[in-house]
């Protein structure tokens, strides 16, 4: 995206990297040649990686294994995108875990390094260990005893393709539509036609993903975990195939060559609705034969995004790159913020969402802020429980309290990014799940530390801040914390009545950026203000270069 990059992927590399004995790996410089890195019991040496450069991200993992003779090193990895630089490759550990987002996959092989081993035996020091394990149990009991754990357990985030689809919330063919009609294959009960079970990452009780096999085509026989409800997005909605073998086949494909799923459905489904236009040169379309639902033609564009060839080269740059390349009347058409593209799904109907995509300090991102249970209608009084203050719209189509949602939201998976504990255990698509109370126990059984919500909060904020600062550094203010134009000016054409027919309203969302501003302690264009940089402890942090002239 040319501004921040940070991804996150669960797995088993985390905790073995601690097990290992190191909490944090800082990469500098670029080696000369391709290699890795191996990581055991407090060593560190740096290998060879040639003989495994070209090779895919899921081979790659077994090669390393084999060299270091160890069917339990856990390794993180890139794939030929990542090699190739495209600027949304990603990094990948397992048959299934990616950090997708932000380009890392391109950051590690810009570096010349093809992957990270890591194995270890250590302890790891406990506080409390006794007291540890106890609350571990009672928060085990808490989780699973909510709906969302079970549904998650048997169907993972595929069931939120039920639910947004049938409402009219999901992004379709681009962006012309917000509901896909007769696509009950991608619905979450027609993965039981290829499902062999589920698993989990490392610790979890919750097993979201499945494990599955494909039956036919040309991939036919190949292992693979998940779909994710972004990939039913990607290879589904937005490039207007309702084929679910085809979406599992997309799914295979971008794990195999280390892809941002969302990134390239997004890109695919832009470039197909730019030929609709008249707006995609014809020699760069070549045969491509570039239509929806034409799963042929995309899962083709997919491995030429990989290999950057033809259009896939033009594509492998990214929203921000692409435009430059493709000429400035094809941006209308590119469903992105801050040179990221959105998911999948439709805010036009969800101010709260639509603010959350605007304001995140990663681009279009429903990772860093989203208010998900907003969706769920539930009453003021349950959200002023959750949420800690009164005033709070419980309609989803209202804009009344939900900047303070946003906010509360940005700084509660600040901290949980932070502990390392996966978004799927807080709340964010469940308003039963763990926060600030239960993270500040956990924090003080395991580490020692004792920490209220309050001082939490605050480390929340701090986190947010200083990421705001570098994007200040680069030029990024409220001309950029909005949304695409589409999202003003085209009114959603399908779904349920409740969300027919609605757009951004541009005064009122206008209106929410600066209660938005203010909760933050930023200036009217989105600059964090001395006081605000002094309460945090930030004033003099040297990383912005903000200088008091920018405040007059």
């Not at 940070?6 to 985390?14: A, P, T, V």
């Not at 450069?53 to 339990?72: F, H, M, N, Y």
């Not at 707006?279 to 997919?302: T, Y």
């Amino acid at each position: 995206t040319g501004l921040l990059g940070s991804s996150n992927m669960g797995g088993f590399f985390g905790p073995e990297l601690r097990f290992a004995g190191f909490d944090h790996l800082i990469i500098k410089g670029k080696a000369a040649k391709p290699v890795f890195i191996f990581v055991h019991n407090g060593q560190i040496e740096i290998l060879d990686a040639k003989p495994f450069w070209g090779a895919d991200s899921i081979e790659t993992q077994e090669l390393v294994r084999e060299k270091l003779s160890d069917p339990d090193i856990k390794v993180m990895t890139i794939g030929v995108a990542g090699e190739n630089l495209v600027r949304f490759a990603n990094v990948r550990t397992g048959p299934k875990n990616s950090g997708g987002r932000t380009g890392m996959g391109a950051v590690m092989g810009s570096k010349n390094l093809k992957a990270i081993a890591v194995r270890g035996t250590l302890p790891i020091p406990i506080a409390d260990p006794k007291g540890a394990l106890q609350y571990h149990k009672e928060l085990i009991d808490f989780i699973q005893s909510s709906k969302y754990a079970e549904i998650m357990g048997k169907w993972g985030t595929m069931f939120i393709y039920d639910v947004t689809n049938s409402t009219g919330l999901v992004r379709t063919r681009n962006f012309q539509s917000n509901q896909l009609a007769d696509s009950e294959e991608l619905e979450c009960e027609g993965i039981e036609n290829y499902s062999i079970g589920v698993t989990a990452c490392f610790g979890c009780t919750m097993h979201c993903r499945h494990k599955y096999v494909l039956k036919e085509g040309p991939w036919k026989g190949q292992y693979c975990e998940g779909p994710e409800y972004t990939t039913l997005g990607a290879f589904g909605t937005e490039v207007g195939s309702n084929k679910l073998h085809r979406a599992l086949e997309g799914n295979y494909l971008v794990n195999k060559h280390g892809m941002d799923t969302l990134e390239t459905g997004s890109m695919i489904a832009w470039a197909i609705e730019l030929k609709e236009k008249g707006l995609l040169p014809k020699e760069l379309e070549g045969d491509l034969d570039l239509e929806w639902g034409n799963m042929d033609a995309v899962l083709r564009l997919v491995e030429d995004i990989a290999h950057r060839r033809g259009l896939g080269d033009i594509l492998a740059e990214g929203p921000r790159l692409a435009i430059e390349r493709l000429g400035p009347e094809t941006a209308y058409y590119n469903i992105q913020i801050k040179g990221m593209s959105n998911l999948h799904s439709d805010e036009r109907p969800t101010p709260a969402l639509a603010l959350g995509i605007a304001t995140a300090t990663r681009g279009a991102d429903h990772l860093r802020s989203r208010p998900a249970i907003d969706l769920y209608h539930l009453p003021e009084e349950v959200l002023e429980q959750i949420y800690g203050r009164k005033g709070m719209s419980s309609d989803y189509r209202d804009y009344k309290g939900k900047a303070w949602m946003v906010y509360w939201q940005e700084l509660l998976y600040a901290v949980v990014d932070s502990l390392g504990i996966c978004k799927f255990q807080t709340v964010f698509l469940s308003p039963n799940m763990p926060k600030w109370a239960e993270y500040s126990k956990l924090l003080e059984k395991i580490v020692g530390l004792k920490m209220d919500e309050a001082q939490l909060m605050e480390i929340g904020e701090r986190i947010y801040n200083l990421e705001r600062m570098f994007l200040v550094r680069e030029g990024i203010g409220r001309k950029d914390d909005t949304l695409p134009e589409r999202y003003f000016q085209e009114p959603t054409p399908g779904g349920l009545e409740v969300v027919r027919g609605r757009v951004i309203d541009r005064a009122r969302f206008e209106h929410m950026l600066d209660e938005y501003y203010e909760l933050h302690g930023w200036d009217e264009d989105g600059r964090p203000l001395p006081e605000t940089l002094e309460r945090l402890g930030l004033k003099g942090e040297p990383s912005h270069k903000l200088q008091p002239e920018d405040w007059k």
